[in-house]
């Protein structure tokens, strides 16, 4: 071993668990980084293929927690396998410096942040249940899924669909609450764009995802025709797509996944946000580590608006989460989540909870 390695930073394994939530069937991968001296970072990742995990535990040998740029330009692994390395590598030198990730890259911003409960469902009743549910834990701002349509072009049948689902919700959650409206990419222009001056008068956070963000022309043309705020960067890849919304104003709220992007490169992505005077709100659909690290990525933003997290409606799917990392990390007060105080990404992961939630092979 050269001299100049630290004992306590040189990476050693690489570990996946790859689990899932037993009620949502909700997807996700933990990582574990190891450093010589035996300590453990952690990461998350939505899937990581045996391909990329060969490939990332020989890239880290003889390598230190602090050298994540210079690993990254090597490594031919997918953007989520890199993610959870950047996540864990960060985590491994929080904890040797004894401070929070946020204060390793700078320091906060602030000290809460902002939540956004994620609601699914496939009926008004169901989502409904879990608006409820949701504000009785805390939440008060909520990402609600525009309805399913058949018949893409027919605008007045889904502006309706979506005026009634967005009338039930806000009765069943009361004053003092906000929403977003999440149409998941799936819109054609023309829906998408009748949708969002549809509902100007509601004063939505944002209209996530109306369409794909390929389609920048008509994304361009959402975005300027109505007063409803525009949110693109959940589907989107490389860096290049969202400097190329950014630059052709199509966007008014930058999404970048936090499972795809990591802590590092959503902060490269928030900051080219920040030129253009958008805000960012990261995606996060993941489990609780990514939560951690998420908090850690929102206190170092000085553009940050609001963190989406999932909002399992499920008391078991909740309790496998609450193993895994703690109840504290996605504990809602008011509708704010605090910012972890722990060194790393402040949570203390509990290993044997990947056993006993592992994803079992079909």
Not at 159 to 175: F, W
Request: hydrophobic content about 45%.
């Amino acid at each position: 071993m050269p001299a100049s390695l630290n004992p306590k930073l040189e990476m050693v394994a690489f570990d996946a668990f790859p689990l899932c939530e037993p009620v949502s069937k909700r997807a996700y991968t933990c990582l574990r980084l190891r450093t010589r001296s035996g300590g453990a970072g952690y990461g998350e990742c939505s899937r990581i293929s045996p391909a990329d995990l060969a490939a990332v535990r020989g890239a880290i040998q003889g390598k230190e927690a602090s050298s994540f740029e210079s690993i990254r330009r090597g490594l031919t692994a997918s953007p989520a396998a890199l993610a959870g390395l950047d996540m864990a590598m960060l985590d491994l030198v929080g904890k040797f410096t004894n401070a929070p990730v946020y204060q390793v890259v700078g320091g906060p911003t602030r000290n809460q942040a902002r939540a956004l409960a994620r609601i699914e469902g496939n009926t008004d009743e169901a989502i409904i249940s879990a608006v409820a549910q949701a504000h009785g834990a805390g939440h008060r701002a909520f990402l609600i899924p525009v309805p399913l349509t058949h018949s893409p072009n027919h605008s007045a049948t889904l502006v309706n669909a979506t005026q009634q689902r967005l009338d039930r919700v806000r009765a069943a959650a009361g004053s003092g609450c906000d929403f977003a409206l999440d149409a998941a990419g799936r819109l054609t222009p023309g829906d998408a764009s009748t949708l969002a001056a549809a509902f100007e008068r509601f004063h939505l956070l944002w209209f996530d995802e109306p369409c794909h963000p390929s389609n920048l022309s008509a994304a361009y043309r959402i975005a300027s025709e109505n007063v409803t705020p525009i949110g693109f960067g959940r589907l989107a890849g490389e860096p290049a797509v969202f400097q190329e919304m950014l630059r052709s104003d199509a966007i008014d709220v930058i999404r970048p996944d936090v499972a795809r992007h990591g802590i590092s490169e959503s902060r490269r992505i928030a900051a080219l946000a920040e030129t253009y005077y958008v805000a960012a709100a990261p995606f996060h659909d993941g489990g609780p580590i990514a939560t951690a690290a998420a908090l850690n990525l929102a206190a170092s933003l000085p553009n940050f608006f609001i963190q989406q997290v999932p909002y399992p409606a499920d008391a078991e799917d909740r309790r496998m989460r609450a193993r895994i990392a703690g109840e504290a990390i996605e504990r809602v007060k008011d509708g704010f989540l605090q910012l972890p105080r722990g060194p790393g990404l402040g949570i203390t992961v509990d290993e044997a909870a990947f056993a006993e939630f592992r994803e079992r092979e079909a």
